[in-house]
């Protein structure tokens, strides 16, 4: 497999812009991990699910917990494609149970190895993950023995010129609160990942 490079910091401090240096400079593949969360979950439900939450999904939104409900059943996050729930519960701002990541993570090395096979790129740039210390210990289990990930890159940048490049962006919900909320999290959640 193909080396893997990761590349973390707070939402706004540039990581979008240095991966698209770096992939041209270095003949990286980019994969963001937030785009893939979102068509592999715009992916799975595709035709399984009501049009509405596929219509969510595609639009960036959060999916209201009665239509999983209706669509999978009370116990939905057992039932539901690994990335939906991931992506109900990033929207949702909640945490995500442990075994969830690890049953994502499988399909994430899946990914990289069809990558690796198919791609004439030096490494691939994970963008923006692991995010959570749950993340973190999935994709250390999943990629334990490959030795992944090779190197990881932390970019800081000042809250004032992070919430400025955040807005800046015009993505549908990107204003100064959800920067806060989205900032707030890295905060707690990030130092572990960063140590580990």
């Not at 198919?118 to 963008?127: M, T, Y």
């Not at 692991?130 to 030795?147: G, H, V």
Request: with cysteine; proline share 5%; glycine share 4%.
């Amino acid at each position: 497999m193909l080396p893997i490079m990761l590349l973390l910091g707070p939402c706004g401090c540039g990581k979008g812009t240095l991966a698209t240096r770096l992939i041209i400079t270095y003949n990286l593949h980019h994969l963001s991990a937030g785009d893939w969360l979102r068509s592999q979950a715009q992916a799975l439900i595709l035709g399984i699910t009501e049009d509405r939450i596929n219509e969510h999904v595609s639009q960036n939104l959060q999916i209201p917990d009665t239509w999983l409900t209706q669509a999978y059943g009370s116990d939905w996050q057992e039932h539901a494609p690994p990335a939906l729930v991931l992506y109900v519960c990033s929207k949702a701002n909640v945490s995500t149970p442990s075994s969830m990541w690890i049953r994502a993570m499988a399909v994430l090395k899946r990914e990289c190895e069809i990558i690796s096979a198919s791609s004439k790129a030096k490494a691939i740039l994970l963008v923006n993950f692991p995010k959570t210390i749950a993340q973190s210990n999935a994709l250390d289990r999943c990629f334990r023995q490959a030795n992944l990930p090779n190197l990881a890159v932390l970019l800081t940048c000042p809250a004032d010129i992070n919430l400025e490049r955040f807005v800046s962006r015009s993505r549908g919900n990107n204003d100064a609160k959800t920067f806060e909320r989205r900032l707030k999290r890295f905060d707690e959640e990030s130092p572990a990942v960063i140590e580990k």
